[in-house]
């Protein structure tokens, strides 16, 4: 309950704050795409319930119709400011509202689609026992998944092969040590790791950085070929 009214408070101060922002982001997602400024993909929350999770648009209209559920960072339907927005994870911001609504907190497992939530094993579908949320362990092991998945030849192949086996491990990890303490922690790591994209927290430092074996990725000789 207190970690409720917490995520409540600092979401919709965090909206009034943040608010001539987020309209000016909202604007340039506009002028430079004239399309809808907001993405809302459906998500698995807590108790294995669906909701709508906002972000600002990063890539093309009806882009999970075109491709993946998986984004590297080339992958060609990004727009034009969607690369910027998601190095500087401004595209997360709207969040802030799905906080604000209960549909998440601020550190949690990030949420994730349903068709990959329909193949966790009993164990790793205890992460839907707590809201999902902006960041956790996982979200500051892997702080940049475009740029990892980059160049790889099947993007979500390589994402369930690579990164999600250690996302979910990180993802239980957090479910067993959560406290307000660690919450503070993290929110916290997250705003460094912004800034510091090479920074590791101690709590992180035995788990190997995500990558993407030589072998699977799509050599640029290969494409002009």
């Not at 993946?68 to 690369?83: H, N």
């Not at 303490?181 to 790791?193: A, E, G, H, I, P």
């Amino acid at each position: 309950m207190c970690k409720r009214i917490a995520d409540f408070f600092f979401s919709l101060l965090g909206l009034i704050v943040l608010g001539p922002f987020l309209v000016l982001i909202g604007l340039i997602v506009w002028f430079t795409d004239r399309g809808p400024v907001f993405y809302r993909g459906q998500r698995v929350g807590l108790f294995a319930e669906e909701f709508a999770l906002l972000k600002f648009r990063t890539m093309v209209v009806n882009a999970e119709k075109i491709g993946g559920p998986t984004t590297a960072g080339d992958d060609p339907r990004m727009t034009r400011i969607g690369g910027l927005l998601r190095r500087f994870k401004l595209d997360e911001l709207p969040q802030l509202i799905n906080v604000l609504k209960g549909d998440m907190s601020f550190v949690g497992p990030r949420p994730e689609v349903e068709s990959e939530v329909h193949e966790y094993s009993a164990e790793q579908r205890r992460v839907l026992d707590i809201r999902p949320g902006i960041t956790d362990y996982a979200s500051l092991w892997n702080s940049d998944e475009g740029a990892v998945l980059a160049g790889a030849a099947d993007a979500h192949a390589a994402y369930k092969r690579y990164i999600q086996p250690t996302k979910l491990q990180l993802q239980l990890k957090y479910l067993e040590e959560r406290s307000f303490w660690l919450d503070t922690r993290l929110v916290f790591y997250t705003l460094l790791k912004i800034f510091r994209k090479n920074w590791v927290p101690q709590e992180l430092r035995e788990f190997p950085p995500p990558s993407i074996p030589t072998a699977e990725l799509v050599r640029e000789e290969a494409i002009k070929g």
